[in-house]
């Protein structure tokens, strides 16, 4: 069987003040088939199209905090679902506020949107599930920022088994059966004998999980939440140059965020939401790498298979 | 003397939904080195970052309306004249319920600009005046959509008379009286003779005009405050396939926008704000053709000189 799709596309790396080169924060995140757009900078829907993302397959957003840089392009993004046609329900993750901001701009704005959207509100006190089905799940978790703020948790649900094909020659199996033994079922074959699972089947690959940690001070608090994740996001506005400015305004430096990808062993560790004033971002990984060795660098376009 | 610059910007050319080759409505003209915007559509600060625009000498923003692809760049924009260490008085002009939506998002994006905001309320009951110096004066006037929107009329002043200067050689003008003659005045030269000013001076270049007229259904109401303009940026969302659903979503077709043209005796005629189901703009041009010869079009980054 092949491998279930778990595809993060960066849409924006940029801090608060987006340049020539770089957009506000937005990734978008395909775990088999389902689209999570976490956070929505000013034109996300720009970036969409540009990277060809189909809009009306995304039917949940995560927006980590109400900084302008990470929820601006929301009101026109919903707008343009609208015009193109969106009929069915949207589920947005967020801060209480956000409901209230968005329904008071499509009032002001005259938008009345012919498909409903159905508002959960985030909680910064704890791991929270905000949505499971049979593939995924997605918690909250909280962050250390200026204003309240989340991270995000996704998690592959347990894949299923692995048939042995070797085996499964020797045993008179129905598809009804294989499907069981997917599920880690002993079964009866067709000429009535029991099987063990176990006989049949391997184990599964292990399940994947991201994690986005968008905005945040250092804080070690954070690494029980994100704890062997096989890719984390994690802020890196500053380099180490601006440490003290990194801690007064609540943001992180590339140091502390390998500091924290160490420090919850996760597989490898994602750059990004570099302040305008660099322009390079090699110093990053060059800063980083003093603490931790498998470092990315998010970049507008750039898609990484976790 | 140098004639001084009135030139447009185009940064966006589309209607409510952008496109990946059109961005929400929004233009930058520069008279004399004022600057003004004139709507603020998603992601209008980076169209000005990409054509290279000064932010800080913007000082006056106008919003016709409140549909989002007419404002929705306005917060970001505002924030990142803060970050970028704007302290000098911005003047904003729009509806009445621009204020409070913006203070509102501001509030609840914890944004505290850093730069004073001056409110100025426009209304579309008649021609208003809404700035002026000694070069240039921006009026509002009331146009027809379906919510509150005005349309901006912005004029050069009576530009300065012209020195003839083969009859300068024969008398003997210091600095000061130069400057008299500019204005229209009669002088005493160095010699202590009185000399009229038609003598010296011969008739100003025409004052320019520029006038904005986004989003309006067809209405020959608007042709008494656009009368004679240089250049009329007139809406054009529809060809004539369309003309029903253009009276009903209250905007106009290319022809429409060529017959208000024709009737205000423009001199020239840029149509914009272009629904995203056309792709290839010229038809604009041959449809409005039939009512008025000189059509130009809107793009993205496009200047005109007026």
Not at 104 to 115: F, H, M
Not at 175 to 185: C, E, F, T, V
Not at 247 to 266: D, G, N, P, R
Request: contains cysteine; charged residues 30%; positive net charge.
């Amino acid at each position: 069987m092949q491998k279930q799709k778990f595809e993060l596309l960066i849409l924006g790396s940029s801090s608060a003040a987006p340049t020539t080169q770089r957009n506000p924060s937005a990734q978008l995140l395909n775990i088999a088939e389902r689209f999570f757009l976490i956070d929505c900078g000013e034109a996300t829907q720009i970036q969409l199209r540009k990277y060809k993302a189909k809009f009306q397959k995304i039917d949940h957003i995560f927006i980590s905090h109400l900084h302008g840089d990470h929820f601006f392009g929301l009101p026109g993004f919903l707008s343009s679902m609208h015009l193109l046609g969106r009929k069915q329900e949207l589920n947005i993750y967020g801060p209480a506020e956000l409901r209230e901001i968005i329904e008071k701009i499509n009032s002001i704005s005259d938008t009345r949107l012919n498909y409903p959207i159905v508002w959960h509100t985030t909680s910064n006190k704890e791991l929270s599930l905000l949505f499971e089905d049979d593939k995924v799940e997605v918690r909250s978790f909280p962050l250390k920022h200026r204003i309240f703020c989340t991270g995000f948790l996704f998690s592959e649900k347990p894949l299923p088994r692995k048939i042995d094909k070797f085996k499964l020659d020797k045993f008179n199996v129905s598809p009804a059966n294989i499907h069981k033994l997917r599920n880690g079922d002993d079964i009866v074959n067709d000429d009535g004998k029991k099987i063990k699972n176990k006989d049949l089947t391997l184990d599964p690959e292990a399940s994947r999980s991201f994690a986005y940690c968008s905005d945040t001070i250092y804080d070690e608090e954070v690494v029980k939440f994100i704890k062997g994740v096989d890719l984390l996001y994690h802020e890196s506005t500053f380099l180490n140059d601006k440490e003290k400015r990194a801690k007064e305004t609540f943001h992180s430096t590339a140091e502390q965020a390998a500091k924290i990808a160490k420090l919850a062993k996760v597989k490898c560790l994602l750059m990004g939401h570099y302040s305008a004033r660099y322009g390079d971002t090699e110093q990053f990984v060059t800063e980083g790498s003093t603490h931790f060795k498998n470092i990315l660098l998010a970049s507008e376009g750039k898609k990484f298979q976790i």
